[in-house]
């Protein structure tokens, strides 16, 4: 079956860095997305990998590694306003959108 | 309209009643989505429009239909309410079918 597996929940301080995982198993692959999710809000796009290796944007960088069906997400400088829930997807072989359940993380000051 | 506008914002139905959740995006998107979310669990899809008058069965179909009769407008419909449909139901759009998926506000819906 078809699995994206990501931390429930994560703790990190002000302006520190935090690094949030996500495994997946799908059916054929044709990229990994991360999305930002405030409490009672649409998901927003962050960022997109379909080759391995490290896509910076900013404060936040994305990491895809195909051969271990693993990726992260990198937080750097940590704002209060990253407090949210972070919801990794794998895009299968039919081009849909599997997608974990979402790591909600708490910054603290 | 800038982007996607989902209608209504929240909505308590009674079960048994037919329901239409509307969405409507101004991107001339040719795919657009239906997802549920529910605590603890991923954006489920429901159901798909791959470009205008074709529609395709997502994870959850069941008790849910969908029309896209034009590029705009994508409406999800409940024929007869169920509690287990309470739920936040997200609409999505994007530009083709392996492109980035930009989501609605969503509808919060309660089935008592």
């Known amino acids: 079956g078809q699995n994206i597996d990501q931390p429930t929940e994560m703790t990190a301080t002000e302006g520190a860095i935090v690094q949030i995982n996500c495994t997946y198993q799908t059916s054929g692959f044709n990229g990994l997305f991360w999305y930002q999710q405030h409490a009672g809000e649409a998901p927003t796009f962050l960022s997109y990998n379909v080759l391995d290796g490290l896509e910076e944007k900013g404060r936040f960088s994305s990491f895809l590694s195909r051969s271990k069906g693993y990726s992260y997400l990198l937080l750097k400088e940590l704002q209060m306003k990253d407090s949210a829930s972070y919801l990794c997807?794998?895009?299968?072989?039919?081009?849909?959108?599997?997608w974990g359940a979402g790591t909600k993380l708490i910054i603290k000051p | 309209i800038a982007g996607i506008t989902q209608a209504p914002t929240s909505q308590i139905l009674a079960a048994g009643r037919r329901m239409t959740l509307r969405c409507t995006q101004d991107?001339?998107?040719?795919?657009m989505y239906w997802y549920r979310q529910d605590l603890g669990l991923g954006l489920r899809l429901i159901h798909y429009?791959?470009?205008?008058?074709?529609?395709g069965k997502g994870e959850v179909p069941d008790g849910y239909s969908v029309s896209r009769a034009n590029t705009d407008d994508f409406p999800l419909t409940l024929a007869s309410a169920v509690p287990s449909q309470t739920s936040v139901y997200f609409c999505a759009s994007s530009e083709g079918i392996t492109d980035t998926q930009y989501f609605g506000p969503g509808t919060r819906l309660t089935v008592l």
């Open positions: 997807a794998c895009m299968d072989s039919n081009y849909q959108l599997i």
């Open positions: 991107m001339r998107h040719n795919a």
């Open positions: 429009s791959n470009t205008a008058g074709t529609t």
